[in-house]
Structure formats: C-alpha cells, structure tokens
C-alpha cells in the first residue's frame, strides 16, 4: 500500500462511519427546506410575514381590456333589468342569439355570431322587430361553417318577450327573408 498522504487520507475516508455526516445533511436539509416554505408562503397571496413591521403589498386594480369586435355594445340609456320595458334593437339581437342556439347541435363554443352591428335587426310595422344574424358553425364540415344564419321576429317586453318566429335559416334566402321582413308570421 502507498503511504503518500493522500493515500492515507483515502484510507481514513472510506473507513470512517459515514452515518453522523448523513444526519447533519439531512437537518440541514429539512431546515433549508422549511425555511424556503415559510419565505415563499410569505410571498403567496394571502400569506403572512413572520417579520410584523412588513406589510403586505397593496394590491393594484386590473385594467380590463377593451370590447373585442365581436362583443356586444354598450346596452342603450335604458335602465337594465326592467322586466316591463318594450324591446329594443339590441334587445332583440340578443334575445334571438339566445332562442337559437340549440339549433347549431354539437360545441357551442365553435359557433361565430355576427356582431350586433352586422346583423340586420329591423323594426317591423306591427313594433316586433326582425333579426337576421350570420353564424359561423364550426361543427359543420368546413364547405357548411358558412352556411347559415338564425331568424327571428320577436316583439313583447324585456322579461315577456313574445315570439312570432324563430330559427335557423340558410344563407342562400337570407337576402329574400330581409328583403319580406314585414311579411306576415307565417300561421299553424
């Protein structure tokens, strides 16, 4: 065997117990660990400082981003939720969107509503109003997604809308349905 100083040392490593060093990583392990659980539970929200003359940081207001094209607009002067109040263009845009929905079948989420300020909503002579929106079915076959739009002529008040008709038509008798939006509602 070498007796050079580095052997030795060698020697002496590999037959001192390695236990009493494994304990002393292990506490100082489990220590580092909670003191980074109790620095990063200060730094979540709603977590609380051991330091008392630290105070939580202020929170600051989300800016909401604007109206995406497709969004609605602002509801007219009116007062909202008046049950009571005679329907407007807006309403009625919004109310045929919602009446026909169910029938594009399959992910909501795929279906495109013309914007209101695309759609043709037009006050007829008896005061109900007709609406022509275009929808985008992406549940349909990609030569279809372009294929239809819903109808609707509705009248009545805001929280008793009274429905004359309602549906989804095809794009190709879309120009001949508005152009006959005073037609007469067709009878049972």
Known sequence: MDSS?????????????????????????????????????????????SDPSVEPPATTPVETPPPSETAMPPASDTPT?????????????????????????????????????EATVLQRDDGDWFVYIEVDDGNRPADLVESGGSECIVGGTVGEPEWQSFGAISRDVAEDSIANYNRPPAQP
Do not use: N
């Not at 117990?17 to 929200?45: K, V, W």
């Open 5 to 49: 100083p580095r052997t030795i040392r060698r020697a002496h490593r590999r037959q001192s117990p390695r236990r009493p060093r494994s304990l002393a990583r292990a506490a100082a392990t489990a220590l580092t660990a909670a003191g980074i659980a109790a620095a990063l539970a200060a730094c979540a929200p709603g977590g609380t400082s």
């Open 81 to 117: 939720g008046t049950a009571d109040r005679a329907i407007e263009a807006l309403d009625a845009y919004a109310l045929c969107r919602a009446q026909t929905y169910a029938f594009y079948p399959g992910d909501f989420a795929l279906l495109e509503y013309a914007p209101f300020t």
